[in-house]
């Protein structure tokens, strides 16, 4: 067994604008399918989904819109950073993305992309709905009031 088999995934990218700008309601695992040193760059960490998305087409799903750096260590033969690359699902779980994306303002968001302890690149896909204006003040305005307690809170326990 190899060394570090055991080990849970390692994050690698995080969109933490996709958790900002939308209301996750249902969250999927999918594999990538990468070329020549695009997982050497992943370990890396030279990744950013923020203006990616996903589509099904044709009975395929695609991430389209994230960058992976070159490998510093390639040569002419590197990928291209922003190439459409597909993702590895099951029948059903495309079916069901397909279903629930064609409803009113749903959207299929890459969410987090991480290494398994296998050694594979996953990407966990959210299916999202767009927040409105009102709906991320309202958000901003609880977090500020929880952030008021918790001061008033360690500062009565600090007296």
Do not use: C
């Not at 933490?16 to 999927?28: G, L, V």
């Not at 510093?72 to 922003?82: A, D, L, Q, V």
């Not at 296998?118 to 927040?131: I, N, P």
Request: no cysteine; aromatic share 6%; charged share 35%.
């Amino acid at each position: 067994m190899a060394a570090g088999s055991d080990a849970g995934p390692q994050t690698i990218a995080v969109n933490r604008k996709a958790r900002h700008e939308y209301h996750i309601d249902d969250t999927f695992e999918a594999g990538i399918v990468l070329t020549g040193t695009e997982i050497k760059s992943i370990r890396d960490g030279k990744v950013n989904l923020a203006e990616a998305y996903a589509r099904v087409e044709k009975g395929e799903a695609w991430l389209v819109g994230a960058h992976i750096a070159p490998w510093s260590g390639g040569n002419r033969y590197n990928h291209e950073p922003r190439r459409d690359r597909k993702l590895l699902l099951h029948r059903s779980e495309i079916d069901e993305l397909l279903g629930k994306a064609k409803a009113k303002g749903q959207t299929i968001v890459p969410l987090r992309l991480y290494i398994t302890g296998r050694g594979k690149a996953k990407l966990e896909l959210g299916l999202a709905r767009g927040k409105q204006w009102h709906d991320r003040r309202r958000e901003i305005a609880a977090r500020d009031a929880r952030r008021d307690v918790e001061r008033e809170l360690a500062e009565a326990q600090r007296r």
